[in-house]
């Protein structure tokens, strides 16, 4: 059995800052510096359109990130959008930690697989109240709450209807307006 050498988050800030990872679409999870799926077209326009219209809905009470790190325990993906704590001058020097992370979303196609199974140990292990996935081949959202340990105690499947974040109850989400439907 072979033995990886697992990398720490100081460590991948170090190989981005000398500039070994430039040109490279990767990501620091669990310790592994994992390659980055390219994203097809129905992809970004599904992520372009729900950071756009949490914008509207979230305006002066969080910050939407789009494809940027964050920082965990030892790892630092970047998940497709990233509902975060105010105001955004918080990250000019770091990436937001779970404490500033209200919930996280991945929008799925090819990477379905290593967001439902992977991205879900890691978000729940650190923390993270709230995990969206949009499965664009099935049509539906999977949503996970309530981490524990290394695993979310909840998780709904939801084609239609209204939802409200753990972090702003009283916030009612449309989920025809995060599934994107092509024309």
Not at 73 to 84: G, K, L, W
């Amino acid at each position: 059995m072979k033995t990886l050498y697992k990398w720490s988050v100081a460590e991948y800030h170090q190989m981005i800052e000398i500039g070994l990872l430039e040109d490279k679409l990767v990501e620091l999870l669990e310790g592994e510096i994992i390659e980055v799926s390219p994203e097809g077209p129905l992809h970004t326009s599904t992520n372009y359109s729900v950071a756009e219209y949490l914008r509207e809905l979230l305006r002066g009470k969080a910050v939407i990130r789009e494809a940027h790190p964050i920082t965990l325990d030892n790892s630092e993906p970047e998940p497709d959008i990233a509902i975060v704590a105010s105001p955004y001058t918080n990250y000019l020097t770091r990436h937001p930690y779970p404490e500033d992370i209200y919930w996280l979303i991945e929008v799925a196609d090819r990477t379905l697989k290593k967001d439902l199974e992977e991205k879900t140990v890691t978000y729940a292990r650190n923390g993270i109240s709230e995990y969206w996935v949009i499965d664009l081949p099935h049509k539906k959202l999977w949503v996970f709450t309530q981490p524990q340990s290394d695993a979310y105690q909840n998780c709904a499947e939801l084609t239609t209807g209204i939802i409200h974040p753990v972090t702003f109850p009283r916030l009612d989400v449309e989920i025809n307006k995060l599934l994107v439907i092509e024309n």
